[in-house]
């Protein structure tokens, strides 16, 4: 481009045609201010600037001129080659914290991002927009959580496959999460019960209607007569706990947690990347460390002021609640049959027979029979009972039948003794 060659924007354009009728003397200067939305003494500066320079007073003296504070060549390759090495898969607003961070290098995350859609480092990605009906917040911390887990490589084949047990609260979202081996029962109520233990009991629980989460089977007689509906473990613990169970019908309902695991696949990653995590161990040590800083630097102030979370009562034994629980009926033999496994109760007496008990199972094996608000003692039976032996009773040869003859006075006889006299006398 021409040196001698700069363009004015619709502004200024306009600007120029209203001095120059006031120069003609087609319009006052107070009109003029009064159109342009100036003072009178800002509409004599452009009326000088107009005769001294042209057309061209009315541009910005800074127009082509180089910023003072534009970042040097030299140095926009040098951060462009310390992305490229050691950055390369990262976002901007994540490389840039990286640079400062790691290598005290200060730039924003826009400029940033420029200097790598110049150099190739960074496509940019424009999204489909997809309509769906927005939801509302929560007012309050601890209203409502949202609770899923996510299925992902978190450590990119340094180690194993691990899901991310992830809480997020609705109103804040303020994030907490534990990694696991798979998604299930077990990780579902581990997770929840160290989030309790930290925050408090919330309001309502969020979850999407995984098996884990929504029961599948028909209710059974015993559901069915006391009016209620066939529950999960999962189900059974959080209403015991007092905590309202939602469930969402589909991944769009629940956004607020998706958009979280694909933010976390993404910073989280790199992050334990950058850290050289290879194991669970390592991981769940590694994440305790780092939502106190994520929470720092995403979490919001909820619209109102109060925390909903209750806190644990000393009554409530969480061992108890997270647990696998079911009822079954003591035998004639006091003995007691659960998942495959059969105990007999220790020092039984009379009235427990065909009585109902709880059986409880914690996640490492343990079982524990409750009768009447009580734990029975009782021994685990493994294998089959040895059973006496048979009682052999003596043999008895039998004899063998022989010809049956019938005696003279049977009636067949007696029968065939007429048929012969008859026949004797002619009479056939």
Not at 89 to 111: G, H, M, N, V, Y
Request: hydrophobic share 35%; net charge positive.
């Amino acid at each position: 481009m021409r040196k001698d060659l700069f363009t004015l924007s619709t502004q200024e354009h306009e600007r120029y045609s209203i001095i120059r009728k006031v120069m003609k003397r087609e319009m006052r200067q107070s009109d003029a201010a009064d159109l342009l939305n100036l003072s009178e003494r800002q509409i004599r500066n452009l009326i000088g600037k107009v005769h001294a320079h042209g057309i061209r007073g009315l541009a910005h003296g800074n127009r082509g001129k180089t910023s003072p504070k534009r970042t040097p060549v030299e140095m926009e390759n040098r951060i462009a080659e310390i992305v490229r090495t050691k950055y390369e898969d990262f976002k901007p607003k994540l490389a840039s914290e990286k640079l400062w961070q790691r290598e005290k290098i200060k730039i924003s995350d826009e400029k940033l991002r420029q200097i790598m859609i110049v150099r190739k480092l960074w496509r940019v990605r424009r999204r489909r927009g997809q309509v769906h009906s927005w939801r509302e917040r929560k007012a309050r911390l601890g209203e409502m959580i949202q609770m899923d887990g996510s299925d992902h490589d978190w450590l990119e084949g340094r180690g194993p496959k691990l899901v991310l047990m992830g809480f997020i609260d609705d109103a804040t979202n303020c994030v907490f999460g534990r990694f696991y081996d798979y998604e299930g029962i077990y990780p579902a109520m581990d997770g929840l019960e160290r989030y309790l233990r930290r925050y408090g009991v919330p309001q309502r629980l969020y979850l999407d209607r995984h098996s884990t989460y929504r029961a599948r089977r028909e209710a059974t007689t015993e559901e069915l007569l006391r009016g209620e509906e066939a529950v999960t473990q999962f189900e059974r613990a959080a209403k015991e706990l007092g905590i309202k169970v939602i469930h969402a019908y589909s991944a769009q309902a629940k956004g607020r947690i998706e958009r979280l695991f694909g933010t976390l696949q993404d910073r989280l990653v790199k992050e334990m990347r950058l850290a050289g995590i290879s194991s669970l161990e390592d991981a769940n040590r590694f994440v305790e460390g780092y939502w106190p800083v994520y929470n720092q630097q995403f979490s919001k102030e909820a619209l109102l002021p109060g925390d909903l979370h209750r806190p644990l009562s000393k009554t409530e034994n969480l061992a108890r609640i997270f647990c696998l629980k079911g009822s079954r009926t003591i035998n004639n033999g006091y003995l007691v049959r659960w998942q495959g496994r059969l105990f007999v109760l220790q020092n039984p007496t009379l009235g427990m027979r065909r009585r109902t008990v709880e059986i409880q199972e914690q996640f490492d094996g343990r079982i524990t029979i409750r009768f009447n608000g009580r734990d029975l003692s009782s021994r685990e039976i493994r294998g089959s009972e040895p059973r006496p032996a048979p009682i052999k009773q003596p043999e008895v040869k039998k004899s063998k039948k022989g010809k049956y003859i019938p005696p003279s006075d049977h009636p067949w006889r007696r029968s065939n003794e007429i048929l012969h006299r008859e026949w004797a006398q002619g009479r056939f």
